[in-house]
């Protein structure tokens, strides 16, 4: 039987048998009408569950539970609202670790449906860290290649790791697994969203403040640098970072010190730092968007993440694994994909990669019901595919075309672009629409030569039949 506390927030009354209710599960029940009192009570007591139920003082569900997953972003939260949609329901968890109980009249099975999210809860903290190796899923090739990788990077003795790859290829789980799976891993791993902070506030939260230090600073205020001494800092959107900011960044860096706002004592810090962008940050330095120095000082080991389209073969294991997760999530039952259905999800290009993925399941769990996932749930995919797939690829050979490997595709339509923009590795991503270091390590892949601006060359044995253009056929 579970123990322990559980806030409720909500702006009405607490009915007769809510406190009875919640006691028979083990659980003391405390209330409060706003996020901004219910994180003073999670600031000086521990909980549980939180527990969110409409109507809310002055607030949105939505602005609540974005208040507690920035403060409190481990503690399970479970949302009562009997008139919301399922499509609100979706658009509100997309984001989100919450729950959803639809039933706001009978406290008894919301109590039952809280004992078993605090019970999920404790299991996954006490069972193996979820920012392991092994959390890399996947057996192609180039996956075992990646968690091969990690490994060897995270029990080096590198304090400077930049994660390179395109959005939703997972760099925040492969930051945790470098963390988890260093030296480091007793200590603290801070990510940080350098996109998501406003700039007024990302020097105090990153260095923090003495009191004085401006108008509101009334008490000093270790910064996220400091917390993490002796562990794993993660910059998630790097390339986000002002001029100003990169430059006391790099300052930090280079001296391992760090000053308070309002300070004037060298604090000494050690920390391993990840970076991670989709930004190319070469070309962002040559448009004077990023500092130079403080790209060099960034990619002393450079890690690039694949896009999902180049692990073709982690797709199946991926879905299953999001379904199984889902399924206990939302209280479903489906069994797995039909035949048509994982194929669809095989030959969808997934240009926004694993978060893509992830997100697809997760609205059929949520919108749908059924044994198995079926073809026609996914008909949403069918735009993102036919927007996105490149144009097809004329060979010397018509009947044998459906015979070739995704890779041959890829190659051929990576060479015509080189071709067509002269070698310019900038230019041909723009017009592929990827950055240039996916194109960068395209061209290192399959070994292509670029020997002037504008030849391209390949290895004999990399290279395509003639296309049918240049055949006569």
Not at 16 to 32: E, H, I
Not at 110 to 133: D, K, M, N, Y
Not at 317 to 343: E, I, S
Request: glycine share 6%.
């Amino acid at each position: 039987m579970a123990s322990g506390k559980v806030l409720l927030v909500t702006d009405r009354g607490l009915e007769r048998g809510w406190k009875t209710a919640f006691a028979a599960q083990g659980f003391d029940l405390d209330t409060r009408p706003d996020s901004t009192r219910a994180i003073e009570l999670i600031d000086t007591e521990g909980l549980d569950a939180v527990v969110i139920r409409p109507p809310l003082r002055g607030e949105k569900v939505e602005e609540v539970l974005a208040a507690l997953r920035l403060t409190t972003p481990r503690v399970p939260v479970v949302i009562v609202d009997p008139e919301v949609t399922p499509r609100e329901v979706f658009e509100i968890c997309r984001t989100s670790s919450a729950e959803y109980h639809f039933d706001a009249r009978s406290p008894g099975p919301l109590a039952g449906t809280v004992r078993q999210v605090v019970e999920r809860s404790r299991a996954a903290r006490s069972g193996p860290p979820t920012g392991s190796i092994d959390a890399i899923l996947g057996q192609a090739a180039i996956t075992r290649e990646l968690r091969a990788t990690v490994l060897k990077i995270a029990r080096s003795a590198a304090t400077t790791i930049l994660l390179l790859g395109e959005s939703g290829t997972g760099k925040d789980l492969v930051a945790h697994a470098l963390h988890e799976s260093s030296p480091r891993a007793a200590a603290a791993f801070v990510p940080i969203n350098c996109s998501a902070i406003p700039e007024a506030l990302l020097e105090s939260e990153l260095f923090g403040h003495e009191p004085g230090a401006f108008t509101d600073a009334k008490t000093l205020k270790l910064g996220l640098l400091e917390l993490a001494n002796g562990g794993t800092v993660f910059l998630d959107e790097v390339a986000e970072l002002s001029m100003p900011i990169q430059a006391k960044i790099l300052r930090f860096l280079e001296e391992r010190t760090l000053k308070r706002l309002g300070g004037t004592r060298d604090i000494p810090v050690d920390l391993r730092i990840i970076s991670g962008t989709h930004v190319d940050l070469e070309e962002a330095v040559s448009l004077q968007r990023f500092r130079q120095d403080l790209f060099f000082r960034l990619q002393v080991v450079p890690v690039h993440l694949p896009p999902l389209r180049e692990r073709v073969e982690d797709i199946p294991v991926l879905a299953r694994h999001f379904l199984d997760t889902l399924n206990l999530r939302f209280h479903k039952r489906f069994g797995g994909f039909a035949p048509d259905a994982m194929r669809r999800l095989v030959e969808h290009l997934w240009p926004g990669n694993i978060r893509e993925l992830k997100n697809a399941v997760e609205r059929v769990v949520l919108l749908e019901d059924g044994s198995s996932i079926e073809s026609s749930m996914l008909d949403f995919l069918r735009p993102a595919l036919e927007a996105t797939r490149p144009e097809p690829v004329s060979v010397s050979q018509p009947p044998d075309r459906a015979s070739l490997r995704w890779d041959d595709l890829e190659l051929d339509t990576l060479l015509r672009a080189l071709e067509q923009c002269h070698g310019n590795q900038s230019e041909a991503a723009r017009r592929l629409g990827v950055s240039r270091d996916t194109v960068r390590h395209r061209i290192n892949k399959f070994g292509i030569r670029l020997e002037t601006r504008a030849i391209v060359t390949l290895p004999l044995d990399r290279r395509l039949p003639a296309r049918e253009a240049e055949s006569g056929s």
